[in-house]
Every structure is written in structure tokens, then in C-alpha cells.
């Protein structure tokens, strides 16, 4: 199991967490915005010169502007949307440290405490690092990756305290993939796992996803699982039959 659960060491722990979760995350966030920035801001340069040029162009020719309209909407779409992606990462640059942690207690259901207590463990020697759809998959498609502490489980910005998972189950995902004209059916298995506050669904290799649910189950006995792999459509239902589980005792301790 070491391809997939991997011990915070020390020198795992100086690399990608020095000074925590979070703090790591906004540092990911900058080196990122760079890159959106540059990449970006060239293609709204360019959609701005494009739209100039098709004016410009209709001008001298004398040709409509109604016939050159639909060109130069596309060219101001493009602008328009190249300056938004800039603004979003400029705005969550500019965020703090404890506006992230408030961002992720209420999007995660929990107390801006219990995501605290989360950086925290995140840097200690017994957490884990989850690549649980392998590691190429974790390199290259930035899948399956995720958090394991004493209290916490993680995936992307899904946070979930390990006492409030009610239920874990592994399902087989199928996609249809086209490949030089043939069709081609994958067979993908998710973990999902089940909390009154949400659900978290992840990319997993069988093996993994098993002895991840075999982990939780220590904190929490109760947690209702299945030992099969399910199929997708048996696994909807039961979704629906564990939300409905959940809508009846969140209206009863109201």
C-alpha cells in the first residue's frame, strides 16, 4: 500500500507543508497565477488586436457590420473572458490565510476551529498522503490525491471530520472512450464517502479505496459500507436512500 498511503515524514513534510495546509495552498495558488496571468493576458491582447483588426477591416472594405458582427462577438467573448479568469485569481491571491480557512469551514459544513485543528495535523508524522489512484495519476492528472489525519480526510477542497463519515462505499464508474474510431469502455472505480455535511467522491484503484474505507471504519465502527464493488446505477440508489437517512435525522436533532 505504500504507492498509495505515504507517512508525512520530515522531509515530505519541509517540501510541500513547511508551514501548513493552507499556507501551502496559497503559495500552490501563486505560482499558478503566474502562469494564468501571463498565458492569459497574452490571449487578451490578441482577441483585442483580432477585434481592432475586424473593424478596421469592415471599415475600409465598406461591408456591413451586421455581416462582421458575429466575428468580432467572438473575439470581445474572448477578451471578456480571458480579463475574468484574471480577476478571479487576482481576488483569491489577495485573500488571507484566515479567509481561506473560513471559506472552507462553511463550504465543509464545520467550525472555523475544526479546520485549524486540520492545518495542524496535516504536519504531523502519522498523517498520510493519499495517491489513491496511483501515482501517475496523482503526478500528471492531479487525481486521487488527498489528506488522511488522526481526525480529517481530504480530497481537493473537501474536507470531512473522520467521526462523521456515516457511510463509505466503493462503485464502478463507466466511461466510453473513443480512440481511432473505436469505442472503448472503462471500467473506473470512486470512493465515495458519506457525512451529514456532503459527499466526497474520488478516483481510486480498488486496493486503495478498500483500505482507505478498512482506516475509517477505525473511527467510527458504525459506518455503513458494502464489501463489493457496486455497480453505478445500484450505487445512485443507495445514495439516495443514505441522503434520505441523513434529511431524517438532521430534522430531528434541529
Given at each position: ?28 495558488l501563486r505560482n499558478s497565477a503566474i502562469f494564468v496571468y501571463v498565458v492569459f493576458g497574452i490571449i487578451a491582447v490578441l482577441a483585442t488586436l483580432f477585434v481592432v483588426m475586424c473593424i478596421r477591416a ?197
Amino acid at each position: 500500500m505504500d504507492e498509495y498511503f505515504i507517512p508525512m515524514s520530515e522531509k515530505l513534510r519541509r517540501k510541500y507543508y513547511p508551514n501548513g495546509y493552507f499556507s501551502a495552498g496559497q503559495k500552490t495558488l501563486r505560482n499558478s497565477a503566474i502562469f494564468v496571468y501571463v498565458v492569459f493576458g497574452i490571449i487578451a491582447v490578441l482577441a483585442t488586436l483580432f477585434v481592432v483588426m475586424c473593424i478596421r477591416a469592415m471599415w475600409e472594405s465598406g461591408e456591413g457590420a451586421i455581416s462582421g458582427l458575429p466575428i468580432i462577438l467572438l473575439g470581445l467573448a474572448l477578451l471578456i473572458f480571458s480579463i475574468g479568469m484574471i480577476v478571479v485569481f487576482v481576488r483569491r491571491c489577495r485573500m488571507s490565510m484566515q479567509q481561506w480557512i473560513e471559506k472552507f469551514a462553511e463550504k465543509n459544513g464545520l467550525t472555523i476551529s475544526d479546520i485549524h485543528e486540520f492545518d495542524k495535523q496535516v504536519t504531523l508524522p502519522n498523517t498520510l498522503i493519499l495517491h489513491m489512484a496511483g501515482k501517475q495519476k496523482a503526478l500528471f492528472l492531479n487525481v486521487g490525491i488527498g489528506l488522511l489525519t488522526n481526525d480529517y480526510v481530504t480530497f481537493g477542497d473537501d474536507v470531512m471530520k473522520r467521526k462523521d463519515i456515516v457511510a463509505a462505499y466503493l462503485f464502478d464508474h463507466i466511461e466510453i472512450v473513443e480512440t481511432d474510431c473505436v469505442s472503448k469502455i472503462c471500467h473506473i472505480i470512486h470512493t465515495v464517502l458519506i457525512s451529514k455535511h456532503g459527499v466526497i467522491d474520488t478516483e481510486v484503484k480498488q486496493e486503495a479505496g478498500e483500505h482507505l474505507i478498512e482506516l475509517l471504519k477505525q473511527s467510527n465502527a458504525n459506518m455503513r459500507t458494502r464489501e463489493e464493488v457496486l455497480e453505478e446505477k445500484e450505487f445512485q440508489n443507495l445514495l439516495r436512500i443514505e441522503q434520505k437517512k441523513l434529511d431524517v435525522l438532521e430534522g430531528v436533532f434541529e
